[in-house]
């Protein structure tokens, strides 16, 4: 489970910085130097969020977890599966 909560806490972190880009561009017709800054703190922000993603990941490797992300996995679990073909009689 710890995993799961590492991961999702790396994509609520680049969550935010995406808001906070697109707050930048709002905030760059305004005043431009203002827009700038939040710009280049909302990709410092994604550089974390990716930065954690990653460390998650290596540390699922090496605790001995079956793959190195954990969401191919639950992908695979809940893919829907074809309906079977039924054969009239």
């Keep these: 489970m710890e995993f799961e909560i590492g991961y999702l806490l790396s994509l609520i972190l680049i969550g935010i910085s995406f808001l906070g880009f697109f707050l930048a561009l709002m905030i760059d ?47 695979n679990i809940y893919r829907e599966s074809p309906l079977p073909e039924i054969m009239p009689y």
């Design 29 to 75: 017709e305004i005043n431009k130097a203002k827009g700038i800054v939040m710009c280049i703190l909302s990709l410092i922000l994604f550089g974390l969020g990716v930065y954690s993603y990653i460390v998650v990941g290596q540390w699922q490797k090496m605790k001995g977890g079956k793959d190195i992300n954990r969401l191919n996995y639950y992908l």
